[in-house]
C-alpha cells in the first residue's frame, strides 16, 4: 500500500544539487568529535563550529554536493571519548546552510526524539535559510543508552519503522497542506495542525533513510529519494543488493537512489594509504570505544564468529561501519567507478581530519572523477 501521502514530487534545488553528478559526494560525521574515524591519533577530528564551518565552505567551494551529519546525542567512550562532543543535526545545519551558497546540507533526524510537527517546522526554517538546500535523512533509532540519556522510549525493531511511518506523514502532510489537517494514528495524534511557511519553494525537502535491515529497506523503499545503507558485501554483490532495492521502490511506483558510506583514505601511492589506514584503524584504534560501538550496534552477540567480529571491529575503527577506499587517485576513483556502474548514486565520505585531508581528494580525486564522466566540471 504506498503511503498514505505520498511524498514524491522532491525538491526542485537539493535534487538538482544532487542529480548534476552521476556520483554525488559529500563528507559525512564533521559534527561530532573523532567524525567517523574511531582512532587515537592525535590530528584525529576536532568538532568545532570554526572547523565544521571551513570545511562546509571548502567542500561547498569544492563543488561538493553535500554535508552530511551523524545523528549522535553521547559519544561512544573510550580514551577519545568518541563522538562524545557533537552538535545537534538541525541546528549545525542551519549553521552550515547559512555559511555557504551551493551545498545541501542534510540534519539527521531520530524519529522518535522529535515531535513531527515541530520537525516539520525546524526543518523548514533551515530550507529558508539555506533556499531550498536542505535534506532530510531519517533515522529511526539504533543505540539504547543514547535514548536512556534523553528519556525517549525505543520502540522494538519493527515498531520503529511503523512510527517512522507515521512520523513521515504528518510531516509532508504538514508540509504540503494548505488547509488544517487532522490525523490519529497509533504513535501521533495531531488536531488542526496547520504551519507556515511551506517549505522553500513549496516543494518538499529531498528524503533519505538510513537503514540495513530488511523492514529498513521496506520503509526506504516507500518513503526515501534515496536509502543510506551501508555496503556489507563484497564489492561484486552491490549490483544485486541496489538492483533488489530499487526493484522495491518500483513496487511503490517510486524511483530510489542509493547512498552508501565510505571512509577515503588516498595517498600519493597505494602503500602510503595502507601504512595510514593501519597506523590509525588498526595501530591507534581506540579499541574501548570500538567494542562500544559494536556491542551497540548488536554486531558482537554470541554464536558470531569471530572473524566476522574482526571484521567489524575494523571498519567501526576505520569510519563508524563505513566501507574503506585505500589506495592512491587512480585506484580510488575506480573503486568510485565501480560503486557507480553497480548502481551507487551517492558516497558519504570520512577522513580521518577532513580539513588536512581533503585538499589532496579535492586536488586528486575530483578531477579524475571528472574525466571518468563521473561528476560534472
Ligand atoms: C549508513 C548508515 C548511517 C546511519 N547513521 C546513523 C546516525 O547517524 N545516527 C543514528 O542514530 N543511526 C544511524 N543509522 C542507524 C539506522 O537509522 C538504523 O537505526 C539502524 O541501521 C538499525 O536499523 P536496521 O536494523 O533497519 O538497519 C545509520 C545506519 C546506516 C546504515
Redesign the pocket.
Known sequence: MPSELDPSGSHAKSRKQLDRNKLSLGL??ANCSGGLAVTTVPERWEASWENNQKLARMADDAGLDFML????WKGYGGVTEHNASNFE?LTWATGILASTSNIMAFG?V?VSVFNPVVAAKQMVTADHVGQGRFGL???????FD?FDMLGVNLAQ?DD??DQGQEWIDVITRAWSCDEPFDYEGRFYQVRQTDINPKPYGHERPLIV?????????E?AARNADMM???LRSELDEVPANTAALKKMAAGYHREIGV???VAVICRPTRKEAEEYFRYYAVENADHDAVENMIIG?GLKKPGVPEDVIQAARLRAAGG???MPIIGGPDEVVATMKRLSESGVTAL?IGLTNYLEHFPYFRDEVLPRLVRQGLRAE
Open positions: 559525512f560525521g551529519p551523524l545523528g549522535r543535526s539527521t531520530h535523512n531519517i533515522v529511526c533509532g539504533w543505540n543514547e525493531h520503529r519503522y533513510c538510513a537503514g540495513n535491515s530488511p523492514r529498513g529497506r520503509f543510506f545503507t551501508n547512498f552508501s558510506n550496534r563508524n561501519g563505513a558519504a
